[in-house]
């Protein structure tokens, strides 16, 4: 297997992270590389390990053994009680992931989830998540959320906001940088010379002539008319309760979403267990698993691994697609 590998962060330890993280090495072995950059003492003991020194020796041990970038961690492993001073490694595994790709010594990053408040506990976590410190070290601010399964691409163009804010929150600019950024992403991600964009509407049937709302005749449909005349492929304002079922998906690559369940609950009705999280506008490959910690499950030998899988090979489909 002569393929650069997929660098994996540690990821809370506490959380599942740990535990889907064999899991996804059992399923991938013989088909895929990838190496964990964490502790080995921190990993299910029925899961083989090998510690390798550099990513390029990952290749030749993943059918035997997870390739374990090692970084000692300062205290045990306690299933479902996360401990704050493991933040400055959680930290540093991620720092040191987007280096590792960013130096081309991995073909993209997955990360397995953190706990927010676990980090600023114990790291002075300055930032609001994972995809904000992402976008620090990859020096951009134009990121957006990717949901992604086989059967949908979403991008809410706002998230944890409360609903009554996402009207103020969302303008003309923000919603333009979202769909300008999505579309540089599909075309440069996954090959796409011309991504067809489908936008809801911010109100119920998208606003029926102002009977429901205003924010389509202000401010939506003049932004998309002028996307539209810049060359972008875009249909909408759309209603947001007929654009999900199989024959209108048929006519969109990806959805742009007004507020976070808009976009979340039709992904996750169709596929809730391998959904996708993929960063776009960074300057590198970005996926993580579609889910938290699940501090509960943690240490049950009953997390599902198919999301980490499903973001390791979308990681893996992502980096071949990409273009410079």
Known sequence: MNIKPIALTMGEPAGIGADITGAAWQAL???DCFFLIGDVALLPTN???QIITDPSEAAAIMPNALPVLQRDFAAPRQPGQPNSTHAPHIIASIREAVELVQA???AALTTNPIHKKALQDGGGFAHPGHTEFL???GATNDVVMMLACDALRVVPATIHIPIADVPSCLSRESLAATIRTTDAAMRRNFGLSAPRIAVAGLNPHAGEDGAMGHEEITMITPLLDDLRAEGLTITGPLAADTMF??????????????????ALIPIKTLDFAS???ITLGLPFV?????HGTAFDLAGSDKANPASLIAALKMARNLSNERTT
Do not use: F, W
């Open 29 to 31: 072995r013989d088909t």
């Open 286 to 290: 970005r996926t993580s698993p579609d």
């Open 135 to 137: 976008a620090h070290l």
């Open 275 to 277: 959904g996708v999280n």
């Open 47 to 49: 899961v083989p390990v």
């Open 245 to 262: 079922h199989p024959e209108a998906r048929a006519t969109y690559d990806v959805a742009i979403c007004m507020y976070h369940d808009q």
């Open 104 to 106: 081309g010594k991995a």
